[in-house]
């Protein structure tokens, strides 16, 4: 019995520390990498939609939100070694938005935030979070509907016929649709595991 003590104690004893670091100086750490790949994301998606807009219309921005956003997602979580995704507070694709349970959660923590007057530029919530296969960093940043988005997700009535139909093609169980300037449309999520 003895000999397993020697055995664990160190084992233990890392994981401990471990724990204790990621408590302190590690969880600010990585909310900042966090801060700063969300930020990047947003950047990269952004601009490439604000040309196509003004390139091509609603209809072009469209294209690239399906095909650009899933695919730098996905270098990024190559890259980093992180579920780095978007999530809908209304579901647009159920295969690569839909937001898991703690995002739900998150997401209604934002919009009680929103409702006592924060705005989403700076909204954002990280914490480490134990789950059955493991311990995550979690992090989210919060994406408010602006004016420009109103083209793709505001009033179906008030939509391009082309716009429509391009939606119905590529989201045939689009949800994502209704919003108003200022509503939270979803958050930019992280996953990171420990």
Same mark, same amino acid.
């Given at each position: 019995?003895?000999?397993?003590?020697?055995?664990?104690?160190?084992?233990?004893? +890392?994981?401990?520390?471990?724990?204790?670091?990621?408590?302190?100086?590690?969880?600010?750490?990585?909310?900042?990498?966090?801060?700063? +790949?969300?930020?990047?994301?947003?950047?990269?998606?952004?601009?490439?939609?604000?040309?196509?807009?003004?390139?091509?219309?609603?209809?072009?921005?469209?294209?690239?939100?399906?095909?650009?956003?899933?695919?730098?997602?996905?270098?990024?979580?190559? $890259?980093?070694?992180?579920?780095?995704?978007?999530?809908?507070?209304?579901?647009? $694709?159920?295969?690569?938005?839909?937001?898991?349970?703690?995002?739900?959660?998150?997401?209604?923590?934002?919009?009680?935030?929103?409702?006592?007057?924060?705005?989403?530029?700076?909204?954002?919530?990280?914490?480490?979070?134990?789950?059955?296969?493991?311990?995550?960093?979690?992090?989210?940043?919060?994406?408010?509907?602006?004016?420009?988005?109103?083209?793709?997700?505001?009033?179906?009535?008030?939509?391009?016929?082309?716009?429509?139909?391009?939606? $119905?093609?590529?989201?045939?169980?689009?949800?994502?649709?209704?919003?108003? +300037?200022?509503?939270?449309?979803?958050?930019?999520?992280?996953?990171?595991?420990?």
């Amino acid at each position: 019995m003895t000999r397993y003590k020697t055995i664990y104690l160190p084992a233990a004893l +890392t994981l401990l520390s471990s724990s204790l670091a990621v408590a302190g100086a590690d969880l600010s750490t990585m909310k900042k990498e966090a801060v700063e +790949t969300t930020k990047a994301f947003v950047t990269k998606l952004g601009g490439a939609m604000k040309k196509e807009m003004k390139a091509g219309g609603p209809v072009a921005a469209v294209k690239i939100c399906s095909e650009l956003a899933p695919q730098i997602t996905a270098e990024i979580s190559r $890259n980093k070694g992180w579920k780095v995704t978007r999530v809908g507070t209304r579901i647009r $694709n159920p295969m690569l938005a839909m937001p898991d349970t703690w995002e739900q959660q998150i997401l209604a923590q934002f919009s009680d935030r929103a409702s006592k007057g924060e705005t989403f530029d700076k909204m954002a919530f990280a914490e480490v979070v134990e789950e059955k296969d493991g311990k995550y960093f979690r992090f989210m940043k919060a994406i408010g509907v602006k004016d420009q988005c109103l083209a793709c997700h505001g009033d179906t009535a008030k939509m391009d016929p082309a716009v429509k139909k391009l939606l $119905n093609e590529r989201y045939p169980h689009d949800q994502a649709t209704g919003y108003k +300037t200022g509503d939270l449309r979803g958050a930019v999520s992280i996953k990171r595991p420990l």
